[in-house]
Antibody, heavy 115, light 112 residues
């Protein structure tokens, strides 16, 4: 079964940092583009990052550029999101999403930025 | 950025009746490779999103055939031929032709 499991969410103060992880199983992780997307409470979906299968191409939404860094470890079938300088508006459920077509979504991990 | 605009934002439907959602993009979604990367996703209450349709009209694995997609260029439609109770949720269109990827605002489908 294809599965994506996110972890690392929690409560953090404004200006703080957090690192999210996503472990993939059931498919050949190294062959797939991966994305991060998020959903603020009661709001719609927002794409935030894309990383190619070999990490040669990485793109970010303007809202997180310069603060968030996406990386992956194909040997561990894992995707990461390093989030720095967190703001109140970064509060959301963060999803790990497979492929350019965003065909498989994890269940998400919740990040709350609040003092 | 490409702006995706969905209508309606809310759609009360009768069980067994059809439902239709429109999505318009602010510019053509035809990629330089000739494909149009327009997808539809479903988000049931309390669940993560799920891909239904990709490249305008292709049903993803396991998606019932009552869901269909159509359109071209900047105008796209998701049709549910006969709405079932399990179809309640929010539906999003999404473009993956250009960065940043962008989503429509979402259309809430509920049963009358």
């Amino acid at each position: 079964e294809v599965q994506l499991v996110e972890s690392g969410g929690g409560l953090v103060q404004p200006g703080g940092s957090l690192r999210l992880s996503c472990v993939a199983s059931g498919f050949t992780f190294s062959g797939y583009i991966m994305n991060w997307a998020r959903q603020a409470p009661g709001k719609g979906l927002e794409w935030i990052s894309y990383i190619s299968s070999g990490s040669s191409a990485i793109y970010y939404a303007d809202s997180v550029k310069g603060r968030f860094t996406t990386s992956r470890d194909n040997a561990k079938s894992s995707l990461y999101l390093q989030m720095n300088s967190l703001r109140d508006e970064d509060t959301a459920v963060y999803y790990c999403v497979r492929s350019g077509g965003m065909d498989v979504w994890g269940k998400g991990t919740t990040v709350t930025v609040s003092s | 950025d490409i702006v995706m605009t969905q209508t309606p934002l809310s759609s009360p439907v009768t069980l067994g009746q059809p439902a239709s959602i429109s999505c318009r993009s602010s510019q053509s979604l035809v990629h330089s490779d000739g494909n149009t990367y327009l997808s539809w996703l479903q988000q049931r209450p309390g669940q993560p999103p799920r891909l239904l349709i990709y490249k305008i009209s292709n049903r993803f694995s396991g998606v019932p055939d009552r869901f269909s997609g159509s359109g071209a260029g900047t105008d796209f439609t998701l049709m549910i031929s006969r709405v079932e109770a399990e179809d309640v949720g929010v539906y999003y269109c999404m473009q993956a032709t250009q960065f940043p990827r962008t989503f429509g605002q979402g259309t809430k489908v509920e049963i009358k």
